[in-house]
């Protein structure tokens, strides 16, 4: 059983910047993927971004140009680097892995706010 533990949430004023960490209890080298979804209130979990096991990165829409995913290998760690926050930004932040069978783990969440 794989798990996922992300870091890194908290309050943030507007314009700001956050990095998330989500460590993984395996090794990563031959994963699938990995990726950062966010649940705000009353809405539905949404894809943020995602990194392939070759490097190829994905990202939401509203999030392209001011957030970067990335992972480190040797750590077993994956990151979103959250440049520019709004307010809109604000939900509950999960990591997603997908292992190379296809087997998706999800963390616990770690809450992101985004206010003055």
């Known amino acids: 059983q794989v798990q996922l533990v992300e870091s890194g949430g908290g309050l943030v004023q507007p314009g700001g910047s956050l990095r998330l960490s989500c460590a993984a209890s395996t090794n990563i080298f031959s994963i699938a993927a990995m990726g950062w979804y966010r649940q705000a209130p009353g809405k539905q979990r949404g894809l943020v971004a995602q990194?392939?096991?070759?490097?190829?990165?994905t990202y939401e829409d509203s999030v392209k140009g001011r957030f970067i995913i990335s992972r480190d290998n040797a750590k077993n760690t994956a990151y979103l680097q959250m440049n520019s926050l709004k307010p809109e930004d604000t939900a509950v932040y999960y990591c997603?892995?997908?292992?190379?069978?296809?087997?998706?783990?999800w963390g616990k969440g770690t809450l992101v706010t985004v206010s003055s």
């Open positions: 997603n892995l997908v292992s190379g069978k296809g087997v998706v783990y």
């Open positions: 990194i392939l096991s070759g490097g190829s990165t």
